[in-house]
């Protein structure tokens, strides 16, 4: 019932930038956490940045003072400036939403590949 839908990747040169933005369909709920994961061929999937509800913000070490990420509420979207970019950070790119109702749940989006090369 819940999906979330991301864009915003592709091709980019070293030292670019990109931005990401996932949306999250419109259903009655509440999102406790919005984050972007992401994951490389052979590697396993790491978070890049979440964003909780009260606007609290976490960054993986690689991420930090390059990318931002940020939430547009009304929207139920999700961002994440990317700049500085680099080889290493070519990978799929997840957005997960952590949302509850009586229960909680996680929901992932498609994934959106990111290449950093020349």
């Known amino acids: 019932q819940v999906q979330l839908v991301e864009s915003g990747g592709g091709l980019v040169q070293p030292g670019g930038s990109l931005r990401l933005s996932c949306t999250v369909s419109?259903?009655?709920?509440?999102?406790?956490?919005m984050a972007w994961y992401r994951q490389a061929p052979g590697k396993q999937r790491e978070l890049v940045a979440e964003?909780?509800?009260?606007?609290?913000?976490n960054y993986a070490e690689f991420a930090k003072g390059r990318f931002t990420i940020s939430r547009d509420n009304a929207n139920d979207t999700v961002h994440l400036q990317m700049n500085s970019l680099k080889p290493e950070d070519t990978a799929v790119y997840y957005c997960k939403a952590d949302w509850s109702l009586y229960n909680s749940y996680v929901s992932w989006g498609q994934g959106t590949q990111v290449t950093v090369s020349s």
């Open positions: 419109t259903v009655t709920f509440r999102i406790n956490t």
């Open positions: 964003i909780t509800s009260s606007g609290s913000r």
